[in-house]
Every structure is written in structure tokens, then in C-alpha cells.
């Protein structure tokens, strides 16, 4: 310490961590005792899609309808808000709009394709998710459902659905499933 006459002596003071070394600190922190508390990432909750759906006699009267080409039709609360599900036999629709279409493909299959836009504005409705999942999970035909829903957003594969859209448009082909409009004759 060093006095001049007339101001008090000063401090020495302790060298200061730059922010390089705090960074390695911090990685040998992680490297021996793993992440605190706060860092922990939080675990999603699983959730099983559709089986809210699946066995409720509605649904199952809704899929049957859709495989025979009738029409049926029931409403879903979800947050206060009513929304009606119906098929006309072509067509599943959310709140009047078509989610879910099927184009012919052969005499006993149809091609199940899926409206990415209708499914992304109605992605904040819990209804809509179940009942996507649900769909898909219903026809084992369609195989292990690609469509999954991670952090309030649709994924289809990989990619996300909005990203789908740009690429290829709004409608996608799901696949082939067995429908029940044709009445299966006895081979002689």
C-alpha cells in the first residue's frame, strides 16, 4: 500500500474471473456435478393423442359413417367453446371446415388426405388435436401415425406442418385405407 500525503491508503483489490474463464469454470462445473436445478431442462408430459377419442361410441360411430360414406355428426367442448365434428362420408369437418377428405383410389380403398391449413388454425384447440390423432390412430391401415404435436405445434416426420405448406400445399396425402362402401361378394 501506498500513502500520499493527504488521501487515505488504497486497496488492493483481488483480480476479477473474466468472462472466459467463468465460461470454463462453468463447463468444468457441468463436466463434474451436471446441471443445476434452474438449467434442468423441464420434462414434456406425455400425453397419449386421441385416446380421449378412440373409445367413445360417438368417434366410433363418426369413423364408421366416414368408412361407409353416411353422414353423422356430434359437438365437442373444449375451453367453453362448442365445435361441431360431422362426416358426410367424403369428408371429416372440424367447426364446418374440412379436415380430413378422402379421394377414391381403387374399388375397396380411398386415399385419407389431411387440410394442413385447417389443422393449423385450429392447433390451439385441444378438440382438434385429439380428434387428428385420433383419426389416424383409428385406421390401421395408415400404419404408425407420422403426425405427432411437440410444444403447442403440429410435426409431420420431421418437418413442421407450416413448412410443409410452402413446399408442397396445404393438402396432404396421409395414405390408403379400406372402406366399407363396397359390399364384398362370395367368389363362386
Not at 457441468?30 to 434452474?38: I, R
Not at 423441464?42 to 359413417?65: D, E, I, T, W
Not at 389443422?119 to 390451439?124: C, D, E, G, R, V
Request: net charge positive.
Amino acid at each position: 500500500m501506498t500513502a500520499t500525503p493527504g488521501k487515505a491508503p488504497k486497496k488492493v483489490k483481488d483480480k476479477r474471473q473474466t468472462p472466459q474463464e467463468r465460461a470454463e469454470a462453468l463447463r468444468y462445473n457441468h463436466m463434474m456435478y451436471g446441471p443445476t436445478a434452474k438449467e434442468v431442462p423441464r420434462v414434456q408430459k406425455k400425453v397419449n393423442l386421441g385416446s380421449a377419442y378412440l373409445q367413445h361410441p360417438k368417434f366410433q360411430a363418426l369413423m364408421l359413417a366416414f368408412k361407409k360414406g353416411t353422414a353423422f355428426q356430434f359437438d365437442v367442448t373444449d375451453k367453453g367453446k362448442v365445435f361441431t365434428v360431422a362426416t358426410d362420408g367424403t369428408q371429416i369437418l372440424f367447426d364446418g371446415k374440412s379436415l380430413f377428405y378422402s379421394r377414391p383410389s381403387n374399388r375397396y380403398e380411398d386415399h385419407l388426405l389431411l387440410d394442413r391449413s385447417i389443422l393449423l388454425q385450429y392447433q390451439t384447440s385441444d378438440a382438434l388435436v385429439h380428434l387428428a390423432a385420433a383419426v389416424l390412430r383409428s385406421l390401421p391401415e395408415l400404419g404408425a401415425p407420422q403426425l405427432s404435436f411437440i410444444n403447442q405445434q403440429f410435426y409431420y416426420g420431421a418437418e413442421t406442418l407450416e413448412a410443409g405448406i410452402e413446399e408442397h400445399g396445404p393438402n396432404l396425402m396421409v395414405g390408403s385405407y379400406k372402406h366399407l362402401k363396397a359390399a364384398e361378394r362370395a367368389r363362386k
